[in-house]
T-cell receptor, first 112, second 108 residues
Framework: DVKVTQSSRYLVKRTGEKVFLECVQDMDHENMFWYRQDPGLGLRLIYF???????EKGDIPEGYSVSREKKERFSLILESASTNQTSMYLC???????????FGPGTRLTVL | RKEVEQDPGPFNVPEGATVAFNCTYSNSASQSFFWYRQDCRKEPKLLMSVYSSGNEDGRFTAQLNRASQYISLLIRDSKLSDSATYLC?????????FGTGTSLTVIP
């Protein structure tokens, strides 16, 4: 079974804090993704990575950065959290050449 | 305009009913399509791929109409356990788009 894990299910941070969201997959997938999901807006792609140290901007990269130092791990960084970044963050991965994505359980981030 | 659009619903149907969802996409370069199911407070999980020739998996049928740029999902003989949000997904290879989801509640 493909397993994608995220470091926290729930997180509460204050405005201006630096926030790290970690994602790990155990299926040797080349591609990894970070989405946020908001009511009425659906899933929106923040960043994705197709290889170690490679990254591509998605639709809403502003206010976020990512890091992929190891194939199995993809981190999302909020340099200075703001209240409009309160959301559900979902990590996903897939294998090169396939488009089916496997999602982690999500991190519900609240920024106060 | 969103790349992928679907009716958010909610769809409330009785057990045993047949229900259909449509999803339109704007990028004609989209190559692959999927339906995902998302239960409340859970992550999306793949329900089925969508092939040009149409494909069936038990009570579920997915179809793709490239000329009109839409995909559909048909659920026959609805069960209570089908209650969830259904997300459509279209991909161009390096672009990945999800619809906002259609909420389905199957009523006893």
């Amino acid at each position: 079974d493909v397993k994608v894990t995220q470091s926290s299910r729930y997180l509460v941070k204050r405005t201006g804090e630096k926030v790290f969201l970690e994602c790990v997959q155990d299926m040797d997938h080349e591609n990894m993704f970070w989405y946020r999901q908001d009511p009425g807006l659906g899933l929106r792609l923040i960043y994705f990575s197709y290889d170690v140290k490679m990254k591509e901007k998605g639709d809403i990269p502003e206010g976020y950065s990512v890091s992929r130092e190891k194939k199995e791990r993809f981190s999302l960084i909020l340099e200075s959290a703001s209240t409009n970044q309160t959301s559900m963050y979902l990590c996903a991965s897939n294998s090169l050449g396939t488009d089916t994505q496997y999602f982690g359980p999500g991190t519900r981030l609240t920024v106060l | 305009r969103k790349e992928v659009e679907q009716d958010p619903g909610p769809f409330n149907v009785p057990e045993g009913a047949t229900v259909a969802f449509n999803c339109t996409y704007s990028n004609s370069a989209s190559q692959s399509f999927f339906w995902y199911r998302q239960d409340c407070r859970k992550e999306p999980k793949l329900l089925m791929s969508v092939y040009s020739s149409g494909n069936e998996d038990g009570r579920f049928t997915a179809q793709l109409n490239r000329a009109s740029q839409y995909i559909s999902l048909l659920i026959r003989d609805s069960k209570l356990s089908d209650s969830a949000t259904y997300l459509c997904n279209g991909n161009t290879g390096n672009q990945f788009y999800f619809g906002t989801g259609t909420s389905l509640t199957v009523i006893p």
